[in-house]
């Protein structure tokens, strides 16, 4: 028997921390809207309609203070204070504004993909080619951009399975399962209904790729796409599914941690305590009024008359009779837990971009070590390989021949242009002590060259502007310099 929704049980061991931090990124209105199942009930077995309606007042004073979520942008931000570099062939240009077919650029997609990542540690990319009609693709199709290649951005709850094989030295995906969710029109086209479908991506027995479409019913699931072969640029069958694990220790099929977890559980138990606190200011919060020595006769023309508060508002009290106003002391073990949880998530925040000791690649060793050994960093040392693999696949999928290189930046730290080194670069520079690339890289990285501009590109501006090779190692003088006398 086919069962094609089967899940991984790391998959769903995974889910309760996944939903989690989801939640909580997404902020009070969502927590809120799951009633117990982070703020509990006060009084759990109590099922009447009064408690009920308690609760929802309960709940409605807490505050949530998103932290997490607000973390997480503020992560991203850093990463995308720089432009990234993005160099591939001339064929694949229109992922500067389209990477996945519906308008999407290379730069928003992968801001998402870190976003992702730093949420639940694990994200996949698959490179597809979208079609015409299989068999009828014409170059026209491809410059009008009807057919082009694509990257389709899967989150970690859309993969449930999973498999590899070995073939030769090498373990390469042998089967994954995507979870998709697509909209369909009604009869009437106006409304729209959700089909949930799976799409198989596996190496046959052959060795080759194969793709095939499931349709979840009311009943069963069926076939809706037969196994179909996707072909490269040269018309041959693909050695390997084009599909990208991508997580935040590295970008193997193992679920990684996911880097906003603890912060995301303390942010919930910052949540409770504020239900706590705010629960006591509205019981005990206001002023108490209080009388004492009154007989039956004070008390009846006090009811009749009426008692007002304020200073033009006198009591009038029988002989002996006494009042005041109590007035409850702060409520400080809530209040202090929640300055405490306040403390642990700007640690725990923090603790994201701090260097560390964590295991790198090669691959990853080779980037900026200003920050490399942080978590964030390595998430984005893995994005960046990630990328820059699917545009590889993406170029074969076209037949396009170049580099292919997208890199992000890993310097989190505020950019600055130090006109003492920058100085002392160029002297270098003219000098014959450092290589012309290292300096217009330093220049990139800060946001003074545009970093998608190759050093052959910035050769050919400099020689338009008369400022081409002057020296003998044929090292180019920015800026209009001139070298320095022997």
Not at 105 to 126: A, F, T
Not at 382 to 407: D, I, P, R, T
Not at 445 to 474: F, H, M, S, W, Y
Request: hydrophobic share 35%; glycine share 8%; proline share 4%.
């Amino acid at each position: 028997m086919t069962d094609v929704t089967f899940t991984r049980p790391e998959y769903k061991a995974a889910q309760y921390r996944w939903r989690l931090v989801r939640d909580v990124c997404k902020g009070s209105e969502t927590i809120k809207a799951t009633g117990d199942r982070y703020l509990p009930r006060p009084n759990a077995a109590d099922t009447s309609e009064d408690n009920k309606q308690r609760y929802e007042a309960y709940k409605k004073r807490a505050v949530f203070y998103n932290a997490t979520g607000r973390t997480k942008h503020s992560l991203v931000g850093a990463v995308f204070r720089t432009w990234p570099t993005l160099t591939v062939p001339g064929a694949l240009d229109y992922v500067v504004k389209d990477v996945d077919g519906q308008g999407v650029s290379v730069y928003q997609q992968s801001q998402s993909v870190i976003g992702h990542l730093l949420e639940v540690g694990r994200h996949g990319l698959l490179v597809d080619y979208a079609a015409v009609e299989a068999g009828t693709v014409s170059k026209a199709d491809e410059l009008s951009g009807r057919a082009r290649a694509n990257i389709a951005s899967y989150t970690a709850e859309s993969i449930i399975n999973w498999k590899t094989r070995q073939v030769g030295g090498q373990h390469l995906l042998s089967l994954v399962v995507l979870r998709e969710t697509v909209d369909v029109d009604t009869d009437d086209g106006f409304g729209s209904e959700q089909v949930v479908q799976y799409r198989v991506l596996r190496l046959d027995a052959s060795g080759q790729y194969t793709q095939e479409v499931w349709e979840e019913g009311a009943s069963n699931t069926a076939q809706v796409v037969a196994p179909f072969t996707p072909l490269n640029g040269l018309g041959r069958p693909w050695q390997v599914i084009p599909f990208q694990f991508v997580g935040s220790e590295n970008n193997d099929t193992t679920i990684d941690d996911a880097p906003l977890y603890d912060m995301a559980e303390v942010n919930i138990g910052h949540y409770r305590n504020s239900a706590d606190y705010e629960e006591a200011a509205y019981l005990v919060g206001q002023p108490q009024p209080w009388m004492a020595g009154l007989d039956e006769q004070w008390r009846d023309h006090m009811e009749t008359n009426g008692i007002f508060l304020g200073s033009r508002a006198p009591w009038l009290l029988p002989v002996n009779g006494t009042c005041g106003v109590w007035q409850a002391q702060p409520n400080t073990v809530a209040k202090e837990a929640m300055e405490s949880k306040k403390q642990d998530m700007v640690s725990l925040g923090a603790r994201l971009i701090e260097r560390g000791s964590a295991v790198k690649t090669a691959t990853q060793a080779d980037n900026d070590s200003a920050a490399e050994h942080s978590v964030l960093s390595l998430v984005v040392s893995n994005v960046s390989e990630a990328y820059s693999q699917c545009l590889e696949w993406m170029a074969e999928f076209v037949n396009a021949s170049g580099e292919v290189v997208y890199k992000l930046n890993q310097d989190f730290s505020q950019i600055t242009l130090d006109a003492t080194i920058l100085a002392a670069l160029f002297n270098a520079v003219q000098g014959g002590k450092l290589p012309e690339g290292d300096f217009w890289q330093y220049l990139r990285d800060r946001g003074v060259i545009n970093p998608e501009k190759t050093d052959d590109e910035i050769r050919d501006e400099l020689e338009a502007q008369g400022t081409g090779p002057v020296l003998d190692d044929e090292e180019v003088i920015p800026n209009g310099g001139k070298p320095s006398d022997p």
